[in-house]
């Protein structure tokens, strides 16, 4: 490949081959930077010397052997075959070179710096003597690596040659290597310099699709056109590894081959990512980092003071040996802070350093996370803050750094910080925990179930004297959190008096987060009201879902739900659930996907509700969830009650549950979803255990809202289900009158109390439940009670109008994937004749239609004239021309798609 790519420079180096073949000595200087193909281009050559009728002599030159003397022309003289007496004449000669003896006038000059010029020229002439037998090719690689005292002879040789049947080809990386020497020899009108460039964009793509079928763009550009590095590239992409190991051996290669002095310089560029404070990092002159920066960009590695990849950087990088590496990283620490470097990029070298020991390191590693965890740089916090814990000698300031890792950890999995909660509560008995961070630790203690520990927090904030502003602030927020989710702990938080809540430290986020727990409150106490509705889309509004918002987010989105507003809360809480998948927040994607579970099940949808509360519970393990895990659970009971697949969902039914969530609200939904559930799988009494016990702690804590769980009207059922019709109806009509603003539960209730009614009364009952339910937004309650007008029909004898709604249930139920609705519905079949033709259909007025509708629902004369404000004759004379046009004669034979027109 290389004599593909230095095809000139190769026929130059045979032809200055041949003269000296012909008795014409040369000597090649073959410079360029690293990797552009010297060694290459050399041994290619001494390959070749006996197509030329020529003997090679090769050596190389080594950084670790420079302080030998006489080493590399050992090398040379020793390979060449000669007679025992020439051999013998030679290694005595070197033997005597190599003690060093100093020509007079030398002194101060090092043994092995100058060697005897009688010694020079004896070598010297038995090279020339063997090259009158035979031409020679001398090669010597890395001439800068070579011992002074082989460039000493080397240099006399040239001189020597010019009418001699022999070759030197030398390579160096830059003229300057050789200093004075590099210029003596060019002086020689016999000498010639090659010069070797990286390969252009060209000639990388014809190599690279020549070898792998493929030409990436960005070769050169990641190579600078580095042969080494080309090659690498070509073998990884060869074995499918991208930039991979091949490419990071080349890297070190060529930094080996560079020195000492340039790979220093490459391994502190790599830490601190540009050039400018390099010298500072490595504590020596500009001008020595300046040609080492210019050396690395020569070589390929290096574009505007920075690596031209970042898997090189990477690559040098790992190449540091442990102690180096702690060492540049630290004093990179203290330099980008001295230079008053952001906090995560001085904290990012700190990290990678391992230690935080300087009194300036943990203020910066706590600013760094504080900025991650605002810009969703979960995972770099956690490093931070473990790290800050680890250097903390101050145990007061440990207990902040632990709580503020407790809340950062809790991003992604809640069930994380459990190993830290035993401290922080030590932490607490010792004093060493503020209020503000006390109420934390009592959040996170209810959540993984410890109660006691709880209430023994919230126990020790009572009897502090005198609480700080941001306690004050933070208990403010956690009455109206601890009034929603866990109302049995409220009575042992303490109590704030309106002088200490005024002078709180309030944010904006506080108010917010304060402002959306109330509105949660509200609507569990006080039911559906348009106020907490609106409140609750304007705070969704102006709210984002970075750290601090997400219980803002999530009491707004509950408000908005439970006030009969699941329509609304859906494409909030859809669009909230893409943001947190967006940042990479799975704690957060799954407490909203239970959200979005609950609003599925208000909104009619169990299928899409049992996907979403999966997929929250296969975000966070159930074990992680904690007491919350009650919201997910019901939600997936109540989904599989409603399709009836029991099987299926047995068990979440039956999987243990901590104790402590039956003093939470997610107690209370994984109560009812238990209790439907069992009710849906016959077993009633069960059921009403469940129901009776949600019942009972929501009164206690007065959350009775009927839009949250409308407990009384599944008890109702499971009554009726035992025989207790009359208990059942006192339930019914007490959750009636609970349920006022909220079309969705009276029309659940309409069609519970249809159940305890007489037979005439049934009908009337469950058209008014179904009126109520296609106005609420619930398609499986309206399935519940069109199905149930189906059986009302039938029991009353009205066939057609059973016939015509059975049709409708059945779509229902089958759109909702409620299996025991289609199974309990007669088949429709083709009993109801449409009235229409095929391709002919009769033209209504939009009055004769509105009336045609009602009157195909079952409704009379007279309910039609007061639902659309008419008269009876008006409804009457529209109905003879609908009969006409239709060319029926009564209305139970009118069309079913009537029904659906008019909604």
């Known amino acids: 490949m290389a004599e593909d790519v230095q095809r000139h420079e190769m026929a130059t180096l045979r032809e200055l081959l041949d003269e000296a073949v012909a008795g014409r000595g040369r000597v090649a200087m073959v410079t360029g930077t690293i990797a552009t193909g ?37 090398q040379l003289v020793l390979g060449a075959p000669m007679t025992e007496r020439n051999r013998a004449t030679a290694v005595g000669l070197l033997r005597e070179g190599a003690r060093g003896h100093l020509p007079t006038g030398q002194a101060g000059v090092s043994a092995g710096e100058q060697v005897d010029v009688l010694i020079v020229d004896a070598l010297c002439t038995v090279l020339l003597e063997l090259s009158e ?18 460039q000493q002879c080397l240099s006399h040789l040239a001189r020597r040659i010019a009418y001699a049947k022999v070759m030197l080809a030398f390579s160096v990386p830059d003229p300057r290597a050789l200093g004075s020497l590099h210029a003596e020899m060019l002086r020689q009108p016999h000498c010639r310099s090659v010069r070797l460039e990286h390969l252009s964009p060209g000639e990388v793509s014809r190599l690279a699709s020549g070898d792998t079928g493929a030409a990436p763009a960005r070769w050169h550009a990641l190579t600078g056109g580095n042969r080494l590095l080309v090659d690498a590239l070509i073998e990884d992409h060869r074995a499918g590894d991208g930039r991979g190991e091949r490419y990071a051996e080349a890297v070190l290669a060529c930094l080996h081959r560079a020195g000492d002095g340039t790979s220093r310089v490459a391994r502190a560029l790599a830490v601190l990512g540009e050039a400018a404070p390099v010298s500072r990092l490595l504590g020596q002159n500009d001008t020595a980092t300046a040609q080492a920066i210019q050396e690395l960009t020569r070589a390929g590695l290096l574009e505007g003071g920075r690596f031209r990849d970042e898997a090189a950087r990477s690559a040098v990088l790992a190449g540091l040996e442990e102690h180096e590496r702690v060492e540049l990283y630290r004093r990179a620490a203290e330099l980008t802070y001295r230079d008053g470097a952001p906090a995560p990029l001085v904290a990012g070298h700190l990290l990678r350093a391992g230690q935080a020991s300087e009194p300036w390191a943990l203020p910066v590693l706590e600013e760094a996370a504080a900025r991650a965890l605002r810009h969703d740089g979960v995972e770099s916090a956690i490093e931070y803050l473990m790290l800050a814990l680890r250097s903390c000698p101050d145990e007061r300031r440990r207990a902040r750094i632990a709580t503020t890792l407790v809340r950062a950890k809790w991003r992604i999995d ?27 630790l009592a959040k996170a203690l209810l959540w993984h179930g410890h109660a006691e520990d709880a209430r023994d927090v919230l126990g020790h904030l009572r009897k502090l004297d005198e609480l700080d502003r ?28 309106d002088e200490q809540t005024g002078g709180a430290a309030h944010s904006l986020s506080a108010d917010r987060r304060t402002e959306s727990a109330d509105a949660l409150v509200r609507a569990l106490t006080q039911g559906p009201l ?9 705070i969704l509004r102006g709210s984002r879902l970075d750290e601090m918002s997400m219980d803002t987010v999530e009491s707004a989105l509950l408000a908005l739900t439970y006030t009969g507003r699941a329509d609304l809360a859906a494409p909030w809480c859809d669009s909230f659930i893409a943001e947190a998948a967006s940042r990479r927040a799975p704690s957060r994607q799954a407490r909203l996907s239970a959200i979005r579970a609950e609003i599925g099940l208000r909104r009619g949808d169990p299928a899409a509700a049992a996907a979403d509360a999966r997929r929250a519970l296969e975000l966070i393990p159930p074990d992680s969830w904690g007491v919350a895990v009650g919201g997910p659970l019901g939600s997936l009971l109540l989904a599989g009650a409603a399709m009836g697949r029991h099987e299926e969902f047995l068990p979440p039914a039956t ?16 109560l009812y979803g238990k209790g439907r559930f069992h009710l849906a799988a016959g077993q009633a009494r069960q059921a009403l255990r469940d129901l009776r016990l949600c019942g009972e702690l929501m009164g206690a804590w007065e959350l009775d809202s009927a839009e949250f769980i409308a407990w009384r009207l599944d008890a109702a059922q499971a009554l009726i289900a035992l025989g207790e019709a009359e208990e059942a109806r006192l339930l019914v009509e007490e959750q009636l009158a609970r349920s006022c603003g909220s079309r969705r539960v009276q029309g659940m209730a309409l069609r519970v109390l249809a159940a305890t009614a007489e037979k005439r009364h049934r009908v009337m009952l469950l058209r008014q439940s179904a009126e109520l339910l296609q106005e609420g937004g619930d398609k499986y309650e309206l399935a519940r009670s069109l199905t149930g007008l189906t059986e009302a029909y039938h029991e009353v004898g009205e066939f057609r109008r059973a016939a015509v709604l059975s049709r409708r249930a059945r779509a229902l139920a089958q759109e909702c994937q409620a299996g025991v609705l289609s199974r309990a519905l007669p088949d429709g079949g083709d009993g109801a004749w449409s009235g229409e033709e095929p391709g002919a259909r009769p033209v209504l007025s939009d009055a004769e239609r509105r009336v045609a509708a009602l009157a195909a629902d079952g409704y009379s004369n007279r309910e039609i004239a007061a639902k659309l404000f008419i008269t009876v004759s008006t409804v009457e004379q529209h109905l003879t021309r609908v009969y006409r046009k239709l060319s029926v004669t009564r209305r139970a034979d009118l069309p079913e798609s009537l029904t659906g027109e008019r909604r």
Do not use: N
């Open 38 to 74: 010297k060694s290459a281009l050399l041994y290619g050559l001494a390959e070749h010397t006996f197509d030329h009728g020529a003997l090679p002599l090769t050596a190389t030159g080594s950084r670790a052997e420079s302080a030998l003397p006489l080493g590399v022309l050992s």
């Open 133 to 150: 037998r035979c031409p020679l090719l001398i090669v010597v690689d890395d001439l800068h690596h070579a011992d002074r005292a082989s």
């Open 414 to 440: 809640p069930g994380t910080p459990a190993g830290h909660l035993a401290d922080l509560t030590e932490a607490l008995r010792q004093g060493h925990l503020t209020g503000g961070d006390a109420v934390v």
């Open 470 to 497: 941001d306690a004050v602030a933070e208990l403010a927020v956690a009455h109206a959190w601890f009034r929603s989710s866990c109302p049995s702990f409220l009575r042992h938080l303490p109590e704030l008096t």
């Open 530 to 538: 348009p106020e907490t509705a609106a409140t609750a889309e304007r």
């Open 655 to 670: 999987r243990p549950v901590p104790e402590a969530m039956l003093e939470t609200r997610f107690g209370l939904q994984y």
